[in-house]
Nanobody, 123 residues
Framework: VPLQASGGGLVQSGGSLRLSCTLS????????IGWFRQAPGKEREGVSCISTRDGNPYYTDSVKGRFTFSRDNAKNTVYLQMNSLKPEDTGVYYCATDVLCLSQSNMKVFGFWGQGTLVTVSS
């Protein structure tokens, strides 16, 4: 799988993690990447993506002000900086390509999914 998320782990509430998404063998800049997560027993949801319209980042309401989407094209890597983590942020985090990013609640994947990384936030 050429796309892979990493950087997850166990952290206490209030802590931080930085997730990375790397794409092997292909220029990441050619793809619209988004971040998604799936909490235990819940459906997968969009977390953050770059707006298809204006290039600004969208964040789902529950992570606004705490998470930051960034990319380093030289390293072919996209990041999700997660601060002030809460137990409800626990889940498997995925990155995906070719994300149609229309709003913080409307993120659709037309490309492929990478392997996820588990984030566990303890209270």
């Amino acid at each position: 799988v050429p796309l892979q998320a990493s950087g997850g782990g166990l952290v206490q509430s209030g802590g931080s993690l930085r997730l990375s998404c790397t794409l092997s063998g292909l220029p990441l800049n050619d793809y619209k990447i988004g971040w998604f997560r799936q909490a235990p027993g819940k459906e997968r949801e969009g977390v953050s993506c770059i707006s298809t319209r204006d290039g600004n980042p969208y964040y789902t309401d529950s992570v606004k002000g705490r998470f930051t989407f960034s990319r380093d094209n030289a390293k072919n890597t996209v990041y999700l900086q997660m601060n002030s983590l809460k137990p409800e942020d626990t889940g498997v985090y995925y990155c995906a390509t070719d994300v149609l990013c229309l709003s913080q609640s409307n993120m659709k994947v037309f490309g492929f999914w990478g392997q996820g990384t588990l984030v566990t936030v303890s209270s």
